[in-house]
């Protein structure tokens, strides 16, 4: 084997390359290996589990997945790291790397209909792209390790009622549940960034815990509440529907036991899964 692929230096391997890190694509390594002992377990890999692996870069991580038996499928998008991913290609007969864009092609195609686990240390600029194939796209995953800059992560993990909570947090705790890794120091990355990371950890739900009616509503009904965030519930609700009267809005009120002068943040997902259903129904009449 390659003396490189034992390196555990994402600086090193770099210098050895001749590659320097592209900050148009927000490119910066996990060097802090041992990190990912904890996150990988919650993967529960082994022989015969698929992964999908987001931006394989030189391969460290790749590495540490593959040593425990499982199948990856690593994407990439800078074909400069071929030869070093080459090396690893030539020793594992349980890996191929793809030089295609993640947030352009279908995961769940390229792992052919067969469930999949998701990796990715996930680089800013595409932090929304890859999260709405995540939570809205793609359909086959099971589970999803992804290290987020702290920022996201505390979006995706807030309680109702905190500055961080957004309709990013209700879709995605509607279609997973989630649950908080190791934080990372930025000192653990080659270049370092400018703020530290979260890994996240999801689990698809196969089903809603608090079903809909149609979900594209209560989508459109959830980014639309958050749009204006000073406003009230309510005020928020007459610009996105402005055939809604006075009285309809009591009677919506009084059907879900909801307070629609508060603002929307307040409301939690189980609130908004049942304020979609009853909207729609008055909608529909």
């Not at 997973?176 to 400018?194: N, Q």
């Not at 689990?203 to 965030?229: C, H, I, M, W, Y």
């Amino acid at each position: 084997m390659d003396p490189r692929l034992n390196e555990p230096s994402a600086k090193k391997i770099l210098k050895s390359l001749n590659i320097r890190p592209k900050k148009s694509l927000g490119q910066s390594f996990l060097q802090e290996l041992s990190l990912l002992k904890e996150p990988l377990q919650f993967l529960e890999l082994g022989p015969g589990v698929n992964v999908l692996e987001i931006g394989a870069g030189i391969g460290n991580a790749t590495l540490k997945i593959l040593d425990h038996g499982a199948r990856v499928t690593a994407l990439e998008v800078d074909n400069r790291f071929a030869p070093i991913l080459s090396l690893i290609q030539k020793s594992y007969p349980n890996v191929r790397f793809l030089f295609q864009d993640a947030k352009a092609i279908s995961w769940d195609d390229i792992c052919q209909g067969e469930s999949y686990s998701v990796f990715g240390n996930i680089p800013y600029y595409i932090t929304g792209p890859i999260l709405e194939k995540v939570l809205l796209r793609e359909k086959n995953w099971k589970k999803a390790v992804l290290l987020l800059q702290e920022e996201v992560s505390e979006r995706l993990l807030a309680p109702p009622g905190v500055k961080s909570y957004s309709s990013l947090t209700i879709i995605a705790n509607f279609k997973a549940r989630l649950s908080r890794g190791p934080k990372v120091s930025k000192s653990c990355f080659f270049p370092a960034p400018k703020v530290d990371s979260i890994f996240i950890y999801m689990e698809r739900k196969q089903t809603p815990d608090f079903p809909v009616l149609n979900e594209s509503f209560f989508l459109k009904l959830v980014r639309g509440a958050f749009q204006e965030r000073r406003k009230t519930l309510r005020n928020n609700l007459l610009r996105m529907f402005p055939s809604l009267s006075k009285e309809t809005l009591s009677s919506i009120e009084e059907t879900t036991g909801l307070t629609l002068t508060k603002r929307s943040e307040s409301l939690s997902l189980k609130d908004f899964c049942l304020l979609a259903n009853t909207l729609l129904g008055h909608l529909n009449e």
